[in-house]
């Protein structure tokens, strides 16, 4: 008999074998089994006596199995791309996901992109940030922020995303093609982890490099020009560009770019955000309260919550399980947090962001860039606190009642410069503390033990999405030649929209192209 290939549905406790279990369940002889091959991997935890993994698997057999296992596979058609001939080479501001996977795909269609990157390549700018974890020495051009990789070289490197797209795929195999575990093709929530993404970032650029694309590190995008039939791009270092395609990836940090742009005239529009703080329990606590007594069987354990008050919500966002609280600002003399892990999650803590949502109204004074001013007024608050870069803390106990901690306890903070208690009023606006106060004993009926006395709460977390929004039409800016993308331009949040931006945005382009001749 022909061997018979099918994609099934298939749940298993978390302490169960897998091949033991499709034998006993499919009613299946190892002789039957062929072959198999997971393609998704996800945890069900709703019921902690029974915590199950739901498989979609790829399984050769020889022997027809139940229809009611039987899922229907939609093939996703290969990425088609085509060679352009442009006039003028793509220049793409900044080396995020957002501009790599442009400018990698436009590398793959023979238009040799130049890349024009303000910090250093990985390996410098981890020294640099180093050297700021250790010593408090600040690189302006270099740091967590800015450099080969984007924000998001130093953070978790979480992948998933909600959005439903054929080129989701595509970016999770590139990752794994340059070096990226495996497992981010069949997990349901992947994850890259920081010290991977240092090998998986340059190795992305050296194709780029090996297909004729240029990058220009140390380099920053200064000023344009518009004429009749092309764009000339004013950078650091004496250099100018001409080109037909400007393709801005600039980040939610570039604050004097954003300036840069409104002086030019680029339509800019202020757009709701978040800020708060990051909080930190034992990753342990937080395995126990997800998986019950199955916590032995599963990884680190990640969660996401949300509360809607009555005027705004509070919402966690960049869970990091077994990860840690770094230092994230570009700026001297502010304070600025985010969570980063390693691909394994080893570390003792779990940590993740603890927002409430700023609305335009509440920062808005009529210019579309006071979501920036609104941040480093915060930012810069903060930092008075200690005036040595300690991050402003409280533990959740006191925070709750209004009082300072006097010392931590069971928990110990993962900040690289060390905390300072204090009253957090003194740095967040009131509307932030009143909503996130009010939140937490709901976020905790959700996850039981959110609500830890002994959690920290580490101060500030105000960039995980741009406060602004560059206006396009098709990836148009109001500008001839502009294209402004992903999460600086306030169309993505996080690698993996990001990158899908860049994508999307060089398929625009190569249609337009083709549509021209």
């Given at each position: ?5 099918n994609v ?11 091949k033991?279990?499709?034998l ?6 190892n ?29 050769e ?16 058609e290969?990425?088609?791309l ?13 080396s995020?996901?957002?501009g ?21 390549e990985?390996d ?5 940030v180093?050297?700021?974890f ?6 302006l ?13 130093f ?87 001409k ?27 202020p757009?709701?955000?978040?800020i ?66 390693n ?7 779990a940590?993740?962001?603890?927002l ?5 109204a ?15 007024d915060i ?37 690289p ?11 967040l ?14 976020l ?34 109001n ?5 402004p ?9 996080g ?23």
């Open positions: 008999m022909k061997n018979i290939k099934i549905e298939f749940k298993i406790r978390v302490d169960k074998d897998l033991e279990e499709l006993a369940k499919l009613k299946l002889t002789n039957q089994l062929i072959n198999y091959k997971i393609l998704r991997e996800s945890i069900d935890a709703r019921d902690k006596t029974n915590v199950q993994y739901n498989y979609l698997i790829e399984i057999t020889t022997k027809k199995i139940p229809l009611k296992y039987i899922k229907e596979n939609k093939i996703i290969p990425l088609k085509k060679t352009l001939n442009l006039l003028y080479k793509p220049i793409i501001i900044g995020g996901p957002a790599l996977f442009s400018a990698l795909l436009l590398a793959r269609m023979n238009t040799n992109p130049i890349i024009i990157e303000r910090g250093e990985v410098k700018r981890k020294e640099k180093e050297k700021f250790k010593n408090k020495i600040l690189d051009n270099s740091n967590v922020v800015f450099g080969e990789g984007g924000a998001g070289t953070s978790d490197g979480k992948l998933q995303t909600n959005i439903n797209s054929p080129y989701i795929r595509f970016i999770l195999e590139e990752f794994v093609k340059h070096g990226a575990n495996s497992d981010i093709l069949t997990s349901n929530y992947p994850h890259i982890g920081t010290d991977i993404l240092a090998i998986v970032i340059p190795n992305i650029r050296k194709e780029i490099e090996n297909l004729g694309g240029k990058f220009y590190f140390n380099t920053t995008f200064l000023d344009f020009a518009q004429n009749d039939d092309h764009i000339v791009v004013k950078c650091s270092n004496d250099l100018l560009f080109t037909r395609h400007l393709i801005l990836a600039i980040g939610h940090s570039a604050y004097d770019t954003f300036k840069m742009l409104r002086k030019n005239n680029v339509l800019l529009e757009k709701n955000f978040a708060g703080l990051r909080i930190e329990h034992l990753q342990q606590d937080i395995n126990k309260a997800q998986y019950g007594k199955f916590k032995d069987y599963l990884k680190a354990a990640n969660y996401k919550l949300a509360c809607h008050l009555k005027d705004r919500s509070i919402f966690t966002f960049c869970m990091c399980p077994g990860g840690y609280v770094v230092a994230s600002q570009n700026e001297p003399n502010t304070i600025v947090t985010n969570g980063m892990s691909n394994k999650r080893e570390g003792i803590n940590n993740s962001a603890l409430c949502e700023v609305k335009v509440d920062y808005y004074n009529g210019d579309p860039l006071d979501g920036f001013k609104f941040i480093k930012e810069e608050k903060a930092f008075k606190i200690s005036n040595d870069y300690r991050a402003p803390s409280n533990l959740v106990k006191e925070f709750m009642q209004n009082e300072v901690a006097s010392e931590i306890r069971r928990i110990k903070p993962t900040y410069h060390n905390i300072k208690f204090c009253n957090l009023d003194l740095v606006p009131k509307f932030v503390i009143d909503s996130i106060r009010e939140g937490l004993p709901y905790d009926k959700k996850l039981k033990g959110f609500l830890d006395d002994d959690a920290i709460l580490t101060a500030v977390e105000t960039r995980s999405s741009c406060p602004v929004q560059i206006k396009r039409n098709n990836y148009h800016a500008i001839k030649y502009l294209y993308i992903g999460e600086g331009s306030g169309y993505a949040g690698i993996t929209t990001s990158a899908l931006d860049g994508i999307k945005c060089v398929m625009q382009i190569m249609e337009e192209e083709e549509n021209e001749y």
